[in-house]
């Protein structure tokens, strides 16, 4: 079945930096456009990055320059990059991907941002 693993969350003060992870597994990953959504608490969930199969990418205009995606198709995992993270970047982070009509979630990975 699908799986989406999420890591690397944790807490950090602003300024600093997270990579969080998310292997996939039980699904043939390269072809497939991958996401990063967001929910901070009372909040709805926001998407947050985006990349295609080809690795191009997108982001929400709040994060873009201190956020990078990337993908390791060998692996079979994505990657968000984290800089200068700022205490509105606090909330749960979650994989993402569509196949065949469906959306398939991780379990969330927290980030805090906080000194």
């Known amino acids: 079945q699908v799986q989406l693993v999420e890591s690397g969350g944790g807490l950090v003060q602003p300024g600093g930096s997270l990579r969080l992870s998310c292997a996939a597994s039980g699904f043939i990953f390269s072809p497939y456009a991958m996401a990063w959504y967001r929910q901070a608490p009372g909040k709805q969930r926001e998407l947050v990055a985006a990349i295609t199969s080809g690795g191009s990418t997108n982001y929400v205009d709040s994060v873009k320059g201190r956020f990078t995606f990337s993908r390791d198709n060998a692996k079979n995992t994505v990657y968000l990059q984290m800089n200068s993270l700022k205490p509105e970047d606090t909330a749960v982070y979650y994989c993402?991907?569509?196949?065949?009509?469906?959306?398939?979630w991780g379990q969330g990975t927290q980030v805090t941002v906080s000194s």
């Open positions: 993402n991907v569509r196949l065949d009509g469906y959306t398939y």
